[in-house]
């Protein structure tokens, strides 16, 4: 059983969304610039070609909404997000600093991405907040695992129980009708 301040309740950053939320801004290093520009692209709905550099070939993207393995299903699913909201603007986009309990090679970053389903719209459909917990692989500086958290708040999966794996089993049939939908015919800007 967990408390209030167990594990089960603490971000993929491991702290609880206060902790996270009140962590101070800090520059973006030389070897992390490659990863924010691709994921400003992802995030404002405008991916190139070269967008998905960024990941191993086996990295993994959990959000919400669905659980992608592998990079083309990654890229799949922002594909197809940039279909659903055509237009999408970052007011907030701030790289955060690692408490000691968080490694060297993880970065975290909190957002707010404003979507909007109408290009021409001058108010945006949904504006979501997240904590971005990104996993580099140490060899490469890519991103192994890419975990995005609505309000910083954890989200379900397998170790939640029952319930948990449900969803958990429901975010990877999601992403595989994305990338059946999105797929070989996925394209990218550029």
Known sequence: MSTSTG???TNAAGLTPDESKSLTER??????QPIIAGLVEMYSCQPSKTTFDIYTNDAVFHDPIGIAQGVDSIQNQFVGLAKIFPRAEIPKFRVL????????TT??????????RDPS???PTKTINSLLTLRLDSATNKIAS???EWNHQRTSDGEDGYMGWLNEQRKKITANIVDAFVGKGSSTQN
């Not at 970065?107 to 909007?116: E, K, L, N, R, S």
């Open 97 to 104: 600093q690692n408490p000691a309990t968080v490694p060297s």
């Open 27 to 32: 520059p973006i290093q030389p070897h992390e």
């Open 121 to 123: 719209s001058k108010s």
């Open 7 to 9: 594990t089960r309740h």
């Open 107 to 116: 970065i975290i970053i909190d957002q707010d991405v404003a979507y909007f």
């Open 146 to 148: 890419h975990t995005e």
